[in-house]
């Protein structure tokens, strides 16, 4: 089987991670020092689709790293209901692929009028967007030609991880990021984490995840509906519980999204009381080892992504032309 573009694109994030590592080295630099004598109140996350889910990685990795408040924006507050928002004082990282959305656009510049800090981390380094922030963070990740986003997600999740490590003065952290190009090669070698069987007379289903894993287990679930046409919801664990746990008196099959770090033993238990109520559930678990555990949702994605072409496939679907779906995504 030819591989995919998907597929190629994804095989390319380890080397564009390591020019990233290596060129934006002088700029993360500068940005943390400049972070730590700002002290902002709080981190303002602007993003879409992918973007948006690098946004929930963002607040488990800010949040635990530095102890700085991480919120989500809704870009229609500014541009549908044309409200200006108190950011004064605060960075607001803006994380986009493209940088032409006009709501994220619009964002930018309500937050750079609010008096904010807005740092862009943008792979088209000529758009709009970069004329309009103070610090641009290059994701070095290449044309996009792929529909779904997978290197441009890889290189936004690398980037924060590199700015989190350098303003929190996290040195083990610094050093693992430095390996993260060999760790994702190791990913691409590994055996699938899911496959077409998976998903076998599947067309609803939750993935569940927690604390990070949970924003792997969001990002998954929108490839799953937007490259494969399964209807895929994702759900805290904890969450989960509160409600969505009603879901499965209607034979919703249950995913369960693994990353090794200090969440697995509360996640975990929750899915045992699942299985010992004789709950199936399919376990996406990586077969590497010894992977860091905040570079675990990095190598854990670079995997999945090379799955997606053949359980696409299965369903009839060429990954390429994904029905109703574009490459770029401009939204007001």
């Known amino acids: 089987m030819t591989e995919s573009l998907l597929s190629l694109e994804a095989k390319e994030t380890p080397a564009r991670i390591a020019e990233q590592i290596e060129e934006n080295e002088h700029t993360i630099a500068k940005l943390g020092s400049h972070l730590k004598i700002m002290q902002p109140r709080f981190i303002y996350m602007v993003g879409r689709g992918s973007s948006d889910h690098a946004s929930g990685f963002a607040k488990y990795l800010f949040e635990t790293e530095t102890g700085v408040p991480v919120v989500g924006a809704a870009p229609s507050v500014t541009s549908i209901y044309q409200r200006k928002m108190l950011l004064e004082k605060s960075l607001v990282l803006v994380v986009s692929q493209s940088g032409r959305s006009p709501d994220v656009i619009q964002q930018a510049q309500m937050a750079r009028e609010a008096g904010a800090f807005v740092v862009a981390i943008v792979n ?76 076998a007379d599947t067309e609803h289903c939750a993935i569940l995840g927690r604390g990070f894993g949970y924003s792997v287990a969001k990002e998954i679930s929108m490839k799953l509906k ?107």
């Not at 929750?270 to 109520?277: D, L, M, R, T, V």
């Not at 060429?318 to 574009?326: A, F, R």
């Open 226 to 332: 937007g490259l494969c046409g399964i209807h895929a919801e994702p759900f805290s664990t904890a969450e989960f519980l509160h409600g969505g746990v009603g879901l499965l008196e209607h034979q919703l099959k249950i995913f369960n999204t693994i990353v090794e770090d200090e969440s697995y033993a509360s996640h975990m238990s929750y899915i045992k009381q699942f299985e010992q109520s004789e709950i199936a559930i399919t376990h996406i678990h990586q077969a590497l080892k010894n992977i860091p555990p905040r570079l675990q949702p990095l190598t854990l994605l670079q995997r999945f992504y090379l799955d997606l072409t053949p359980i696409a496939l299965s369903r009839g679907i060429d990954v390429n032309n994904p029905p109703g779906l574009q490459k770029i995504t401009r939204t007001v």
């Open 124 to 199: 088209d380094e000529d758009s709009p967007l970069a004329d309009i922030i103070d610090v641009i963070l290059p994701l070095k990740a290449g044309e996009q030609k792929a529909v779904g986003a997978t290197k441009t997600h890889l290189t936004a999740l690398a980037a924060l991880l590199q700015l989190a490590a350098t303003w929190s003065h996290n040195k083990e952290l610094k050093k693992s990021i430095a390996q993260l190009p060999e760790y994702l090669n190791q990913a691409i070698e590994s055996p699938p984490v899911l496959n077409p069987e998976s998903f």
